[in-house]
Nanobody
Framework: QVQLVESGGGLVQAGGSLRLSCAAS????????MGWFRQAPGKEREFVAA????????YYADSVKGRFTISRDNAKDTVYLQMNSLKAEDTAVYYC????????????????WGQGTQVTVSS
């Protein structure tokens, strides 16, 4: 079992930045691939970014590429999502997730989920 706790969400103006953190506890963090997903009201949960257990490989949704950066610190059991140039359409609850299988974009691959943190971007 891995427990995940997100933090860092909040209200920000369009064009601003936020950094989300996801702290893991339980099993060995460094063996898990990690992903960030988001869910806006009335919409399905969608992929945002993913990072391999080593931190070497990263994937991004086209909608955030060039604006968001995923990173991890295995010594701190934490994964981050740096979000720059935020837009109103980035407003959602953001979730981190952990997966031990091959790095992927589908939310169905991920076994462990945090409770989410709200990000609201005002235009």
């Amino acid at each position: 079992q891995v427990q995940l706790v997100e933090s860092g969400g909040g209200l920000v103006q369009a064009g601003g930045s936020l950094r989300l953190s996801c702290a893991a506890s339980g099993r060995t963090f460094s063996i898990y691939n990690m992903g960030w997903f988001r869910q806006a009201p009335g919409k399905e949960r969608e992929f945002v970014a993913a990072i391999s257990y080593s931190g070497i490989v990263t994937y991004y949704a086209d909608s955030v590429k060039g604006r968001f950066t995923i990173s991890r610190d295995n010594a701190k059991d934490t994964v981050y999502l740096q979000m720059n140039s935020l837009k109103a359409e980035d407003t959602a609850v953001y979730y981190c997730a952990a997966d031990r299988t091959a790095l992927g974009l589908s939310r169905r691959k991920y076994d462990y989920w945090g409770q989410g943190t709200q990000v609201t971007v005002s235009s």
